[in-house]
Structures are given as C-alpha cells and as structure tokens.
C-alpha cells in the first residue's frame, strides 16, 4: 500500500455517513472482552483494501477503501475483538465515552523494514466469536500451515503470504502495483509520499532501516503469532494513544472463567497431560516430521488396561516467537505421526503436543525446538520503472526474502522488444537497479528478474510490459453511437491506431447544437473511451467530436458526427366525452389529441371498454386508428361501461386518459315462464314459484304479478304482487282446476304476461265436528257421545276422541268409527275436558268444541307418607321416647268434599281419633314395645281406605346417674372415678357417661362423654374447690344429671434448688450459698441445710431458715463434707398455724478440707470441690435410649447388608 491514511478523528465517529452496523465482530486473533460505557467499534480501511463483515441477520457486507466503519456493540460490552494482521486495537476514552478503535499498523511498528503489500480483502467476518469453554473440538486431520501471521486455525483467518517491499517509503506501490501510466502519474504519487513524510516525522528513519538478521526475525512482517510487536496477547496496543484535545487514555482488561471439575474428569486430565514431548526427524527448510507416543498411566510398572481410553486426539502447538511465546495449531487429528508443512526457511519453531478425549483436552507436553534449513530466496516483485525516455529506460527492483542465505546477485531478462515470448539476460550482478539504452520511441519491451543465493536461484517474477517515450497522439476515429435516449446520448471511441497499450492517452468530448450558436463546447475530458452525455432536449440534432492528447501533446480533432436524441412519448389524450344522444343498445364518443405529442405525430388512437363500473374489470380494444370519434354498438341496455383512449406515436405509447363512465338506458322486461307448481296440490292452498325473466331490459326486476281465474268464469284477478319468487294461494275449493299467469316488472314498468298454467286443489278433510255429549254415570265413570260432520267429498273413516284433567294437555282415549264412548277409573269431584275429531282419506278435520264435565264427590282418598318422627324433631317438652311414639302423614285428596278427622289405629282394638292436622304424639304406650300403626281420612261421605301399616317401637327407661369419687389428686389435676366398671372399654357397654364441670359463671361445662369409668382432669390450679355433676345415657336417652360433688386441689411444693456453692473462708471455715426462690402466691419460702460428715450414713440438718447463705465452721483436715439443700413453703391459710411443704433436695456437693501450705505466692488457697453426678431427667433420658437404639439399627442394616445381601 503506498501510504496509510492518517488517524481518524473519535469525534466525529458518529458523523459518518456509512450508517451503524448491528453489533459486527472483527475477525482476528486475540479474544479480548471488555467493559464500556459505549462501544463503538471503527474500522479503517486501507485504499485498495476491502473490508467485509457478518451481520447478525446472517447476511455479508462488504466495506472498498478507503474508508471508515464505525460499529456498535448491542449488549453493553465489547465483544471479542480479533486482529487480522497489519491491524491493532486501541481503546480511547474521550470526555467519559469509550471507542474501540481498530485501526491499520502504522509502519514504524515493523523494525525489520517488511511490509505487506499484496494483501487479500479481510475474511468475512462471523456474527458471533465462541467462547474458548464452548469451543467445538477441531476436525480430525485438519493442516495448517505455519507462517508466524497468527494464531488462529484456517476456519476463522487465511493466512497471509508477506512479500517483500523497499527501504524507502516512497517506493512502496498501491495494492501491489509496480507500475505507473506515465510521469505525470508518478509525479502525483510523489507529492503524496511527501506529505507522508512529512506528517511522520523521525519515522522515516525507521522505515529506512535494513531488515534485520533472518535467523532472529524469521518472519517478513515481524509478527508475533498473528500481532505485530509490542502488543499484548489479548490483542491489545499495549502503547498510548491521544486524540485532537489529548485526553485520549487507553485501557484495557481480561476477564477470565475458572469451570469447577469433578474427580473423573481430573483424572482424566492428568493421563492426557502425562504425554511426552515428540521426536522431530526429517526437518527440510519448509518441512518437519514430528512423532510422538500416546499418553499412559502405569501403577507399579503395570498399565491399567481398562481405564485407558480406546481413542485420543491429538493437536501440534508449534511457535516461532521463542520457547514461552504463542503457540499457533497446526494439525488436529488421531495420527502419531505428521508431516508439518508450510514453514519458513531459516527459522527457530518449538513444537508441542496436546491430547485430547471426549472434549477435555490435557496440558501441552514439553516443547521439542528445531530450526529448518535455508533455501532459495523467494520469488521477486516485478520491476518498476522510475525513469524513461524516447531511447532508454531505468528499472530498480527490491530485495525479496532471502530464506537464510544472502542474496548474492540478481538476474534481469528482457525480450528486446521483440515479443515472442523469448528472454535473454539484460543484467547479472548485485546492483537493485539498471538503465536499457539504445531503445526505439515508443518502443515496448517485456522484462522478469529472479534472485540468486547460495542455496539457488528464485522463480522468476511476473513479466511486466514498459513502453519508451513518443509523440502526440494520431487523430482518433470518430466517436460512435452505442444507444440514443430521450435526454441522452452514450458514445464510444477508440484509442488512435500506433498508440502503445500502456502509454496514458486522455480524451476531449466535445458537442455542437444547432440552435445554439455558441460551437463546439468540451464535454468530457479523460482517459475513458466511452462517455454519456446527459441532460439533453428530446428530439434534437447534436454533433460530436474527439481529440487525443498526452504529454507530448494533442492530436487532430477527429470527424464531425451527427446524432439525435430519441423522441419522447405523448401525453395522455384528454377524457373522452359522448357524441350525440345515448340509445339503450349504442353510442358515440370523441376525445381531443393530447397537448403534448412528445416531439413526434400521433400515429394512432386506441379506445379501450369495460363493462361495469368496477375499475378492476378487463379493458378491451374496441377501436385503433387515427379518426377521434368512434360508435360503441352492440350494447346491453342499462349497464354501465366505462371508457379510455390513449395513444403511440414514434416516442412510445402514452398513458391512458381519465376514464369515462357511460350508462345505457333500460326498457321492458321480456315475458316470464309460466309459474310451476311447489310441492303437492292441497285442499284449500296451493304453492306456486317462478323465475325472473330472460331479458331484464337492462334494470333490474322490482316487482311480480300473479293472476288468477276459474275455467268457468275465466275473469282474472291478481292475487300475489310483490318482489319474491313463490306465493302461496290460500281460500281454493277442494278439487277445482284454476288458470294461472304471471308478469315481471322493472323501473319502467311491467312487461307482458306469461302463458297461462291450470292447476287442479287436492281433497279436503271433514269439517269440524260439532261438541261432543258428557253423562256421569257415577264418580268414576262417564259416558260421551257425537254426531258425523260434513265429509267434504271423502267420507269419514274414523273419529279422535280426546281426555284429560287439564285443557292444553288433553290425551287421545278413543280412536275408532263409533260415535260413543263409556270412559272408567275417573277421579270423584274431578273437572275434565274432551273434543272430537273427524278423519277422512283427506286427512284429519278439524277439532271439535271443548266440553267441560265435572264427576260427583266421594270419601276421601288413601292416607300416603304415613312414617314415624325422631326424637330430635318433636319439639313437644312432655314427650318421651320410652312411653311415646310421634306420627305424621300428608293430607289425602278429599274427593270434592272436606276432610273432617282421621282415625288412627295403633294395635288390636285400639283406636284414636284426630282433628284436621298432619302429625300427632301418640302417649302412655308401653317401653320397650312394638306397635303396628295405620291411619284413615273421614268426610261427610263416610270413611275412606285404612293406609299402609309402620311398625314402630318405643325405647327403654334411660339409667341412673353414678356415685362421683376422686381416686387421686395433686395440685394440678383430678382422678375422678364413678361406677362399678372396669377401667377397660368393653365392646358390650351400651352406656355412656357425660362428665361435667362448673365453670367461673356458674355454668356447667362438657369435659368427657364416653364409655370409660374414670378420666382425669388437668390443668387446675392448686388450692382451688371445683364442683362435678354426671349424668349416664343409653339408647333410651339422657337420664338425669346426678347432685353436685365438691373436690378441691392442694398446695404445690417448691422447686428443687441448683447445687450450692461452696467458698473456703480458712482451714476451718467454709461459706455455702445456694439459689434464692420467690414467695409462692403470699406463702414465704425457707431453706433447710444438711450435712453429712465423713464416713455417717445420714445427714443432719444445720441451718433452717430465710437466708440464702450459711457459714460453716469447725471444719476437720482431710476430712469430706457432702451438702444438700431444699426449700420449704410456709402456707399461712391453714387452720391452727401454718404448714410446712417441704421440697426436693438439690445434688450433693462434696467439700474436702485440706490443710493449706505456708504461701509460697501472693495468690489464696484454691479449695477442691467436687460434685456428684446430676441424675438425668426424664426427657435427657428418653434422648438417651432414642440414640443408643438408633446406633443399634444401624449396625443391624449395615450387618444385614454386608453379610445378607452381598
């Protein structure tokens, strides 16, 4: 690249008119994350240099230099950012916003003096950049070669081959080109690389240097797995970087993830990192094989077999850049032994080995170094030419790789111009430049150079074709017409006859109107050899002609040629308009010519119709000539049409005009088809339908009219007018023949009648019958009579007799040819209903009147839902289950006269007699017995049927309430005891017992029902009268409660105290203090002290009373002393004085007296005590026994499944 454009400026990022991408990712080397407030991401691209990217919607964009491409992260942070060589990124904080900014390595960044110039466009770049952790494992036998450009495999960047460029900075060729079109191009190259220099300054110097020794930098680019040195291995500029205000700080960070493993995959771990470092042999200058083992774990000096894995991947690191530098992969694979392709000559590479199983890859082993061998240089670049003139050219050339060995001379071909494709040596030495002399003007010669070590001699170069100086340009030929437009003309001319291919010839266009006057003006001025002129007038003639020139000068103007632009289409004509009067069946439309007919004469005139007023119909052509007046014939009356005309003429066709809407007026209908008969003629109705007419007369039909008439009279009349197609024709005779005619009817009025249809009614059924006749026989039977209707023409075949209690739902009880009929099992006093029906081969008459008849009275019906009543319903106070039976019943149908009493019988001969009610309590009856009980309903008729028979018993006497005793008491609680039962339940007790208790209000509460004898009452206060009453029940009920018992609860006892404490005083004198209690509900407490001294089986007391502390004297030496202490509760409420209630003693505590030492220290005697182990309680106790058997149930299944099961 000749230069790099200078460093864009971070404050106008967001002013670039290349919009914001969605979050791309730049592909390179060096996965970096970072953190920013704002993320913009701006790429600069090199002129020549295209920058392509993977959007996140999957689609690819591609970016030519030069140019700038800002880029955001959407998440908030910056996503991994790769390098790709020859790029470096910065971080830049400017006023609290912070830029990634990836810009091209300026070239003062290359010591060595190398540089790239034929570098391929970017690799396209992936919308997401896996983590290392997510990372697929590579593909099996997958190569890479090696070249020092970056780390990465071939799937994420394609490495870059370097080529060698000059010292000097002006030198360097755009996007590798080695020649310039003429002087005046070199020259513009020239001041461009001035400006360079002089924005960079003491950089020159650098850029100037030779390269360095190739065995300590290998690399042409002097590159660092991929980033250039003096950056990081995140892939970050390590350096500073200021903007315009110099405020610009860069920043940089690492985040790094630690993943937690179990043991089996440690293990794992550590036998694929026990693999040995390969065996290298065969190493060539661009190969080496490399060989290795795969890894084993051995116990004892045997290898465990079965826990080795069956298959291993293997991945080669090898690095250029020293043994601690950056490791590139080269081979992914399960092979033990590769051939590594693709390295450089004369360079030192380290090589390790990784192993890799089921996605966990191991530590690399220890790295193996080698160096390659030297070799021939490398292919050249192409000679450039920096001077010539019309007899010689000067050609310099630069120094390509030498692969280890220096270059020991050159070789220059040439083909003397000849152009046969044969080459002869120009120049061998060691010199990087030479001058041809002795040449021809405008003489084209071809040369190639190749490069010379003591390994051997370079490919040659790519041939390069170089012209000497001539003179001006031969007169051209005349420009030629490609395509002719309406506002422009595209012209093309060809390069004068003589000219060589490579010598830079430019052009002048010019261009003559007519009617202007002002001449030849110039056009186009360049070096293309086609050129469109635009922005001219339609229509119009143009002449034309071209010069050539070139350094030496211009040549002649070519021939005059004429040209003339394309005519332009016409406007649309002017909306047509209707000629004349408008007939139902045609009409006639004219329309004027458009107002502008685009520079050319109308040719013709197209006249487009569509029927309908929808504009989504088909248009059709219905005329196309020049005349602007047309007769539209052969229409429909009243259907609209609309219309449109355009227009061709030699500019094209023009656009439609504006539609015109044209309706035709209507007329008659036509006649109708005679009406059809619906469906089946009937007695008194008919159904007729038809259907519109076949001509509507171009409106459509409002209206029907339907006539009517006898073949007697034959005088009709209209029985049906209106829009739908049926009628129904009621009021007909049975059995008649009628004419019917028919006629339809639109906006303008009705159209002529249909033929004539006759149509013949069905039979009728017989008339209505006249009310029947009711005679109650008795109050369960009536007979009814009827007479026979009018037949109608058929005669009647049988008759519908229909009965019910209720009008609506009456019931058919008859169906025959009698004309009476005797009906049984009616209800007394009851109404009912009846109507008659006559029935022909014409169907069913109508019914006849409803008769009303109402049967006589009679005893009342049989008593239902006779049943017995519980206990809990009857709500009487006197009644008994013992002596008393409860009864009731629903009211039974009277029968037309009211119910008076009922009489109840409940056993033999025993009858009772009740008022209108519903339930009755029947009383003195026996306990314990079973009655048989029915009931009957009485009116002034008589008595009516006994009901269904319940049998019902009464209950036993309930028993006795039991004696109530207290079996025991504390202060807390109460043992109460009644009856002479067992305490256990037995099956067989059918008594239970209610225990109750007298409440603070007086009233008694439940505290047991139950079966059992005794029960236990808790939660009472000491000291305290509570009152009892019991009562039993049995299946005969509650008995009585019994009198009320009195019982009353002691006095509590005080707590037992802690240990107490004992304090030496002197040899013969000790303190003993205990715990102090609080006076129980006014009742004060007192202590009392015991002591056992020595060998005595008793304790004595020593101390009785209120204080909380005693001291002891008289003490003996080496003699044991055991204390304990209780407390006593004084109970003042006790008739004759008070009581003492003496509580628990504490644990003994057991004081050793011993005489004490002369002082030795300013510090007092410690005195010994020791205490008798604390007796457990009963909750420790239960701890106790549920861990010892907990224990033992453990050892039991572990027993059970070690000796049992395995």
Known sequence: MAEHPPLLDTTQILSSDIPLLPAPIVSGDGAQQLSLFTNVILVQVNPGEAFTIRREDGHIQSFTGPAQVPMMSPNGSVPPIYVPPGYAPQIIEDNGVRRVVVVPQAAEFHPSGHAVIHRPPHPPLPGFIPVPAMMPPPPRHMYSPVTGTGDMTTQYIPQYHPSQVYGDLDSLST???????????????????????????????????????????????????GLIKGHNV?????????????????????????????????????????????????????????????????????????????????????????????????????????????????????????AECNSIKGSPSEAESFTTLSCEPDVPNPPRITNRTKNSLTLQWKAPCDNGSKIQSYLLEWDEGKGNGEFCQCYFGQQKQYRITKLSPAMGCKFRLAAKNDKGTSGFSEEVLYHTSGSAPSMPASPILVKAGVTWLSLQWSKPSGTPSDEGISYILEMEEETSGYGFKPKYDGEDLAYTVKNLRRSTKYKFKVIAYNSEGKSNPSEVVEFTTCPDKPGAPLKPSVKGKIHSQNFKITWDPPKDNGGASINKYVVEMSEGSNAGNKWDVIYSGTAREHLCDRLTPGCPYRLRVYCVSDGGQSSVSEPLLVQTPAVLPGPCFPPKLQGRPKAKEIQLRWGPPQVDGGSPIISYSVEMSTVETDEPREIYQGSEVECTVSNLLPGKTYNFRLRAANKIGFGQFSEKCEITTAPGPPDQCKPPQVTCRSATCAQVYWEVPVSNGADVTEYRLEWGGVEGCMQICYCGPGLSYELKGLSPATMYYCRVQAVSVAGPGPFSEVVVCMTPASVPAVVSCLQGVSEDEVESPDYSPSTCLAIRWEKPCDHGSEILSYSIDFGEKQTVTVGKISSYVIDNLQPDTTYRIRIQALNSLGAGPFSHTIKLKTKPLPPDPPRLECAAYSHQNLKLKWGEGTPKILPTDSIQYHLLMEDK????????????HTYKVQRLSESTSYKFCIQACNEAGEGPLSQKYTFTTPKSVPAALKAPRIDKINDHTCEITWEVLQPMKGDPIIYSLQVMVGKDSDFKQIYKGSDWYFRYSGLQQNCEYRFRVCAIRQCQDTVGGHQDLVGPYSATVIFISQRTEPPASTHKDTVETTRLPRTLTDEQCAAVILVIFAVFSILVAFIIQYFVIK
């Open 1001 to 1012: 209000n007086g009233r008694f509460i439940s505290l047991y029902r139950g079966p059992c």
């Open 234 to 354: 995140s892939g970050v500029s390590t350096g500073s970087a200021k903007n315009k205000s110099g405020k610009g700080k860069v920043v940089s960070q690492m985040d790094t993830e630690i993943e937690e493993k179990d043991e089996e995959t440690k293990a794992l771990e550590g036998l694929l990192s026990s693999i040995t470092k390969p065996v290298v042999s065969d190493i060539q200058a661009r190969t080496v094989v490399l060989t290795w083992s795969p890894p084993s774990s051995s116990i004892n000096g045997e290898t465990e077999e079965n826990n080795m894995p069956e298959l291993y991947g293997y991945e080669i690191l090898v690095s250029n850049t020293g043994k601690d530098g950056k490791y590139k992969s080269v081979y992914a694979g399960e092979e033990t032994s590769v051939t590594v392709n693709d390295l450089k000559p004369a360079t030192d590479y380290y090589a390790k080995i990784q």
């Open 175 to 225: 996007h590798g080109r080695s020649n310039f079109r003429d002087e005046r191009s070199s020259k513009t190259y020239e001041r461009l690389q001035k400006k360079l220099k002089d924005r960079q300054g003491s950089q020159k110097d650098k850029l100037s240097s030779p390269p360095s020794s190739p065995q300590k930098c290998p690399s042409p680019t002097n590159e660092h797995n």
